[in-house]
């Protein structure tokens, strides 16, 4: 941490220099009274420029390391740091006036008991004073709305004085809640403590709450999904701190407030990755990203142009996305090699071309059809795509010698009951059969529903409740395993720097969540009430969907990594020249349109149990 000041801190410290100067310069006057000796005066010569080097001293190292010199605290720390500055400098002024032999004992003693105590008085004076004033103009703003905030810990109070001095700041903060009932009934900076958690509502009706700021960045992802809980039915804007992992080294402040979303109520601590070992291995390296413009794919390039790669190459077939994702890492990375190609999966020629002259070290496969309805309706593009074109990508891949080749799979591969999903296992297949006989490091990643992705329900509610809805789920019990983007490429990333060929990395994503939770949580957190304000509608399973899903299948044992949110699936056998046939079965039979591709694809994956009910409707 730098030494060295501010222009505010310098300016505090000047006015606490002549606030002290001339805090003594009256003691001195009325000491002198009182022994009624006014020739002892000539000793301010040499007493003034010592009390302005101590003050100048003493308020340097507390304007920079305690931040003592800001005038809008007024509370018992404040107190307590002003009243150590007087008695420094009072303690320093006494020793050097005693040292002085031609001063008086007397007038020495009474002169800078005076000091300390007048000095204490302006100092503090001022900054309670400044505080009433600031408190005033957040009190007499315009259109502010009650306000209250969860912890009553550092980060609480830095909000709470950010509010109070700013006339921008819509917000009239009422109270405090914390939980510790030692603070409940006690103020800061005039700010009541009111209650504890649980009877926020009751808080809120009282006092005409709108909005309840959560200022707990240490708060472990279960307890804050336990007072959103609480927060939610109360109908306010609820806002949040990011976590302290999210804050790192930025500044607490309301700047960094943000809306509560959906993956706040997971209810797990998020994932870290190791990033050394990510840096490890994509720095320097040509890395190629296919599907780059996807919601999946953009987040790993984003990563991945963090990490330092010596090209990065986003491949999509389609523009716009792909465009986004451009532009977005040309602001970010100003000198990052960019290359951004509109291409097809199912090229070979240009799958050749692209291999050829850019000559990846890292492929990340993320091209994919991922929705499962729709996907249900056109299997033969589920397969033209998901397996002709991976297995076009994987083998160019060996051809020109990549190191590493992660494939994008996903927890609906295992047990499938859709053909997205079963389409998504023969690609893993391809994978593990490739890894055996190539030099290239092939390996799969497995996760599962990603919140906010292209495909994901969030999306969809979200539009729901903002027509006003009803909000559809297809059955009530229906569960499904949640991560965040960023959560799930950084486990990737990661999950590459393990490859050393052929595994399944499984991502350990939590418990499972009900989709009628969500649903209801995400009507709360728009400030309405389910099923009152916003209908739930249940519309029935869609085609291939199924309750839960799994992470792996049974007789794949799971190994642990160094990171626990990653596992590893044990490889099972592949009958490689079934495998090889079977591809060229299925490629013929989806460019000539066949009617049984899902039958072609079980004789593949026996373990997909094709969904016969729909199929007959």
């Not at 002024?93 to 204490?120: A, H, P, Q, R």
């Not at 091209?367 to 309706?377: D, N, Q, S």
Request: charge should be neutral; hydrophobic fraction near 45%.
């Amino acid at each position: 941490m730098s030494l060295k000041p501010s222009f505010k801190h310098r300016l505090k410290i000047l006015l606490a220099t002549a606030l002290f100067v001339g805090g003594y310069i009256i003691a001195a006057l009325i000491s002198s009274a009182v022994v009624n000796d006014f020739n002892l005066l000539g000793a301010m010569p040499i007493a003034v420029p010592v009390t302005v080097g101590s003050v100048i001293i003493i308020c340097f190292l507390f304007a920079t390391k305690l931040n003592a010199c800001s005038f809008y605290r007024a509370s018992i720390p404040e107190f307590t740091k002003t009243f150590a500055l007087c008695t420094v400098l009072f303690l320093v002024n006494l020793i050097i006036g005693l040292s002085m032999k031609t001063v008086d004992l007397e007038w020495c003693f009474v002169n800078f008991l005076l000091y300390f105590f007048i000095s204490f008085v302006m100092i503090f004076s001022l900054r309670f004073f400044a505080y009433l004033i600031s408190k005033k103009n957040h009190m007499m703003a315009k259109n502010k709305e009650n306000a209250l905030i969860v912890g009553a810990g550092e980060a609480g109070v830095t909000i709470l004085r950010e509010m109070m001095v700013s006339d921008k700041i819509k917000y009239n903060v009422v109270g405090f809640i914390d939980d510790d009932l030692k603070k409940v009934g006690s103020y800061i900076l005039g700010i009541p403590v009111i209650t504890t958690v649980e009877n926020i509502a009751d808080a809120v009706e009282k006092m005409d709450v709108k909005t309840i700021v959560i200022a707990i960045p240490t708060a472990p992802a279960p307890r804050i999904k336990e007072i959103l809980n609480v927060c939610m039915p109360t109908k306010c804007n609820v806002k949040i701190l990011p976590g302290i992992y999210q804050l790192l080294n930025e500044q607490v402040s309301v700047s960094r407030l943000r809306d509560v979303d959906v993956q706040d109520l997971l209810g797990r601590e998020p994932v870290k990755t190791n990033i050394d070992e990510i840096i490890g291995y994509i720095k320097d390296q040509v890395v190629l990203v296919t599907g780059g413009g996807g919601s999946i794919g953009s987040e790993l390039c984003r990563q991945i142009a963090a990490h330092g790669p010596k090209q990065l190459i986003i491949l999509d077939i389609y523009e716009n996305n792909a465009y986004d994702i451009q532009q977005e890492l040309k602001r970010k990375y100003p000198d990052l090699n960019l290359v951004t190609l509109i291409a097809s999966i199912r090229d070979s020629v240009k799958m050749d071309d692209v291999f050829d002259k850019y000559r990846p070290d890292i492929v990340f496969h993320a091209a994919a059809h991922k929705h499962v309805p729709l996907m249900e309706t056109s299997p033969n593009e589920a397969v033209k795509n998901n397996i002709i074109g991976t297995y076009k990508v994987v083998k160019c891949a060996d051809k020109y010698g990549v190191k590493t080749f992660v494939q994008i799979s996903t927890d609906k591969a295992v047990n499938p009951t859709n053909i997205m999903g079963a389409t998504k296992r023969v690609c893993e297949m391809i994978i593990q059969t490739y890894a055996k006989r190539s030099k290239t490091r092939f390996t799969a990643v497995r996760f599962g529903n990603v919140l906010g992705s292209n495909g994901s329900v969030i999306p969809l509610f979200k539009k729901q409740i903002s027509e006003g809805g009803p909000v559809t789920v297809t059955h009530k019990d229906i569960i499904r395993y949640f991560m965040t983007i960023p959560e799930a490429v950084s486990l990737v990333l990661q999950a590459g720097a393990y490859a050393k060929g052929g595994e399944i990395f499984v991502l350990d994503m939590g418990e499972q969540v009900r989709i009628y939770d969500l649903a209801k949580n995400l009507i709360r957190l728009s400030g309405y009430e389910p099923d009152k304000d916003i209908k739930i509608v249940f519309t029935g399973l869609r085609p291939g969907e199924k309750l839960y899903e799994e992470r792996l299948m049974a007789e794949e044992g799971l190994e642990k990594t160094a990171n626990n949110r990653i596992s590893i699936g044990k490889p099972l056998d592949i009958d490689e020249d079934k495998l090889f046939s079977s591809l060229d079965k299925l490629y013929d039979a989806a460019y000539h349109e066949t009617d049984h591709m899902k039958e072609l694809v079980h004789e593949l994956v026996p373990t997909y149990h094709i969904d016969t009910e729909h199929e007959e409707k």
